[in-house]
């Protein structure tokens, strides 16, 4: 190092360092926001999670609460107001595969005109 | 985590919530957030009733952040008696205590709910600097109900995008927080590097003079 550029303090470096890593963590959610901001709309679609009730990803989707008690062989009445994880658990599947199902049969609700009219949003 | 703090509350209810925000405001990272949102959709499509969960939430939140306060306090007295002989390090720790009263006010306020994830930490830094309880209990209770008020209400109003909001609005109080992070690490670099700038002028002077 050059004469009349003493080198840094041990703080300094270690505040560089920090300095550096609250930068990089910065621009990660900043990236973060912009890529989920991107795809926000109200109007689209929810990623399908553990916590959801069945009545929750039916009021999300638009569609019958029935038509997903049905595609896991449950019955409609009373409905099930236990969340997918629980759900899964019980029927010791992955959620993976619940969620599956649920996707299948909303796809094909979507698709089907019959089940579409049934499917309309509730008032 | 969140499949289990949502079926407790969906199971038993308010008293569930109040035990949820107490332990999340001593410093237990759950995800809160999405948990009010989805009590607002919950209660959007008529599941239940909002006014005693809000009530609930806000009783449990106020009652951890001043747990957490009163624990700051009686580590402030600690640190004070320790420090009683040591000169020096008492100076230093008056200089934090200013610092800490000047920013407390949004500091507390921004705390519980822009910046959610520094509350504990403010909780205990403005009870170890003995900043006024009143003034602490006032700007905590506005943060808080601002903080319940609002994922509440995002979760009533967009009831059917509840996972989407949390995802989008934790990156973006995690940015929040980091952004200030990195403000306040640059300008304390920036601060050493004009100091040191300024002792190096000052030395080639004095050897000039010389």
């Not at chain 2, 009530?55 to 747990?67: K, Y």
């Not at chain 2, 989407?164 to 973006?172: F, P, Q």
């Amino acid at each position: 190092m050059k004469a009349g550029y003493p080198s840094p303090s041990k703080a300094t470096c270690v505040l560089l360092a920090l300095f550096l890593i609250a930068a990089a963590s910065s621009s990660f959610f900043a990236g973060r926001v912009y890529e989920r901001a991107q795809h926000w709309s109200p109007g689209q679609d929810e990623p399908i999670a553990g916590w959801m009730s069945l009545a929750y990803v039916a009021h999300a989707y638009q569609v019958p609460s029935e038509l997903l008690h049905e595609a896991l062989a449950l019955p409609p009445q009373p409905p099930d107001r236990r969340s997918l994880a629980d759900i899964a658990t019980e029927r010791n599947l992955p959620l993976e595969a619940l969620r599956l199902r649920l996707e299948h049969a909303i796809a094909q609700s979507r698709t089907t005109p019959a089940a579409k009219a049934q499917g309309e949003p509730e008032a | 985590m969140t499949d289990d703090l949502v079926e407790l509350v969906t199971t038993h209810g308010p008293g569930a919530l109040f035990f949820i925000l107490l332990a999340n405001c001593l410093g237990m990272p759950f995800p809160t957030s999405l948990l009010l949102m989805a009590i607002g959709s919950f209660a959007g499509q008529g599941e239940m009733s909002l006014f005693p969960f809000v009530l609930a939430g806000l009783t449990g939140a106020v009652i951890g952040d001043q747990a957490g306060h009163l624990l700051g306090r009686l580590g402030g007295r600690l640190i004070i008696a320790r420090l009683a002989k040591q000169p020096r390090a008492r100076a230093t720790f008056e200089r934090a205590e200013r610092l800490i009263w000047r920013w407390s006010g949004p500091g507390i306020y921004f705390s519980r709910w822009l910046l959610a994830p520094l509350g504990p930490w403010v909780n205990l830094a403005t009870g170890i600097s003995g900043y006024p309880w009143l003034r602490f209990a006032l700007w905590d209770f506005f943060g808080l109900a601002t903080w319940i008020g609002l994922y509440v209400t995002l979760g009533y109003v967009f009831s059917g995008s509840v996972q989407r909001m949390a995802e989008l609005s934790g990156s973006l109080t995690w940015l929040l927080v980091f952004t200030l992070l990195t403000l306040l690490l640059g300008w304390l670099l920036l601060r050493r590097w004009r100091a040191a700038t300024l002792e190096r002028l000052e030395n080639r002077a004095s050897d000039l003079q010389d």
